[in-house]
């Protein structure tokens, strides 16, 4: 037999024998509407579920105010945290964390943590000692912080004392972008069930990075994806630099050993105005051990959302925090920005 016949049949057969996605299609079992939040809070890195709720700031110009939001849509106040420099004050907060019956919430320009407990008094605060980057995404483990960055760091691992114990930074790296530049960064999570950091990126390919706990890389993933994309760049047509295009891996969550990847979505600047980019509503879910992804999910009645994030899950359900007018409309919410809670497929499924 031709060699190369051979080689084109084995290949198909291979292909043939891959197990298949699920699809999966889950409900919406309740939505909540969710007060004094702004898309432009980062809203991927800045929620976080607990068993009483959600919990979220809102950043304004002289303030930093921590809500937290019950699973009825009762709002309370928790904490407001002045702008500056002082202990447990922030300028720039980026991303916030749960870590037991505490928050950290991350500043990015003061390149700081500042800790509190979840009745909204202050703890302590930690600077990194060191250069992470502009690192827009942040998780935490037991002891250590984990970031990525925009433009330098695609993962640093920061111990308690502040100290920098792995920095790993992309090929090419920027100081400052360019109009139009590939935005090389994403988001990151860490997994404590199988002690794997997930690095996912904005843009496309459609890729996944699996590091273990020590920010060694396990295996890199890229998943093929039947729909055209357009490419997220840097764009600086407000004088700010930020990314627009369509984003990959904008976010997600940890359940047991899988992670749950926020649905792909995007947008375009046109006559000064943003866009949102039409993509199917669906998230995908892999497999943090294997990098498989096992699941393609959809929502029930829902095609399409102007923008939608995972937040967090649990045995019951998947937190989603949405935004779109329509949604708004059809549910008779106070809000177009709401916290959806989803069956979760993944509830019984064996490891």
């Not at 992309?170 to 994403?186: A, E, I, R, S």
Request: contains cysteine; charged residues 25%.
């Amino acid at each position: 037999m031709n060699k190369m016949l051979f080689v084109l049949i084995a290949g198909a057969l291979l292909f043939s024998c891959a197990p298949p996605k699920e699809l999966v299609t889950v409900s919406v079992e309740k939505v909540v509407p969710l007060e004094n939040i702004s898309p432009s809070d980062n809203i991927g890195e800045m929620c976080r579920v607990t068993d009483e709720g959600i919990i979220h700031y809102h950043n304004k110009a002289e303030k930093v105010t921590v809500y937290k939001t019950d699973f009825d849509g009762n709002q309370s106040e928790i904490v407001q945290i002045a702008k500056g420099k002082g202990p447990g004050e922030v300028n720039y907060p980026m991303a916030m964390r749960i870590r037991g019956d505490r928050f950290l919430i991350y500043d990015m320009m003061m390149r700081k943590s500042v800790e509190y407990r979840l009745d909204g008094s202050f703890i302590d605060e930690q600077l990194v000692q060191g250069d992470v980057g502009f690192a827009h995404s942040f998780d935490v483990t037991e002891d250590k912080l984990l970031f990525n960055g925009s433009l330098q760091t695609e993962l640093a691992i920061v111990d308690s004392q502040g100290q920098i114990e792995k920095l790993v930074k992309y090929k090419n790296v920027q100081m400052m972008p360019d109009d139009g530049t590939p935005f090389p960064g994403g988001c990151v999570r860490y997994n404590p069930e199988t002690k794997r950091i997930v690095v996912g990126y904005y843009n496309a390919p459609y890729r996944l990075t699996f590091f273990d706990d020590k920010g060694e890389v396990v295996m890199a993933k890229e998943y093929k994806m039947d729909r055209k994309v357009q490419p997220c760049v840097w764009t600086l047509e407000f004088g700010m630099p930020f990314p627009k295009g369509d984003i990959m891996v904008g976010g997600g969550a940890m359940y047991r050993k899988w992670f749950i990847a926020s649905p792909v979505g995007g947008y375009d600047i046109k006559d000064g105005e943003f866009v949102t980019n039409e993509h199917p509503l669906e998230f995908y879910v892999f497999d943090t051990e294997t990098g498989k992804q096992v699941q393609v999910v959809k929502i029930e009645g829902m095609d399409s959302l102007e923008s939608g994030v995972v937040i967090g899950a649990s045995d019951d359900y998947i937190y989603l925090v949405a935004t779109d007018e329509a949604m708004k409309e059809k549910y008779d919410l106070s809000s177009d920005t709401a916290l959806l809670l989803l069956s979760n497929p993944l509830k019984g499924r064996e490891e």
